[in-house]
């Protein structure tokens, strides 16, 4: 290798490395600003779902009915803080008078914050880990909306935290057989049946309803006899 180049290569490393360094503090600061906020609202429940879905769809409208009979509940909402179902859900949440909790990340389109999080339970992540965290340690259950990469990486990510008894046993609901069914009979088909990459017992862990009062009722009976504390 030229010795010129090999320089060069070696600088520019020196240097991330003490970019990584220094990034280390920006991480922890919004491990805090998570951790001290969350920690003061409450027994959640976080929705996952599109940015892209528009008012008037019926995952939209349904997010927004979900959240409310939730808050209704007792429990607080927390979202990515985005447009769409995310919206829905934090606006649901404001209409029953529950607690409204933004997750929000900086992203190159689509993530801006949407008008319906309290202004006291706003947060704002530039690390997707961090944020991930914040959604797992403080939500008493997950509901999965129709959505895209974002919210396949939110669903699986979950599902293996309860497989790996990393985090407890937290209720997990999809919405919308139409939209989920399919990758549920490939998950039961090929991960499970054909290839044995899971047990039968895993898909235990995923419950699949259609309507907010099948949600709600789910996670009423569900803590009846279960306890509400941090997963982790």
């Known amino acids: 290798m030229n010795s010129s180049i090999k320089n060069l290569k070696e600088r520019d490393w020196t240097e991330t490395r003490a970019h990584s360094s220094w990034q280390i503090f920006k991480i922890m600061a919004e491990f805090v600003e998570g951790f001290e906020k969350l920690a003061k609202i409450g027994p959640c429940i976080s929705v996952f779902g599109s940015a892209r879905t528009k008012p008037g769809n019926r995952y939209y409208d349904l ?5 409310s009979k939730l808050a209704d509940e007792g429990f607080g909402i927390i979202t990515g803080g985005g447009p769409g179902v995310m919206e829905a859900a934090n606006k649901g949440a404001q209409v029953a008078h529950g607690k409204s909790v933004g997750a929000n990340i900086t992203l190159p389109h ?5 008008p319906y999080i309290d202004r006291e339970n706003a947060l704002n992540f530039d690390y997707f880990f961090v944020r991930k965290v914040m959604f797992t340690k403080y939500s008493q259950g997950f509901v999965m909306m129709p959505g895209g990469f974002g919210t396949m990486d939110e669903f699986f990510e979950v599902a293996t935290l ?3 008894k990393k985090m407890e046993e937290t209720p997990m609901v999809l919405v919308g057989r139409e939209y989920w069914s399919g990758l549920l009979e490939w998950i039961r088909n090929v991960m499970m049946e054909k290839e044995s990459n899971i047990n039968p017992q895993d898909l235990d862990l995923l419950q699949l309803f259609d309507t907010a009062d099948e949600v709600v009722e789910y996670f009423r009976v569900f803590y009846t006899t279960n306890k509400l504390r941090p997963n982790f």
């Open 63 to 67: 997010a927004q009915e979900i959240a």
């Open 162 to 164: 309860i497989q790996t």
């Open 110 to 114: 689509e993530q801006e914050a949407n």
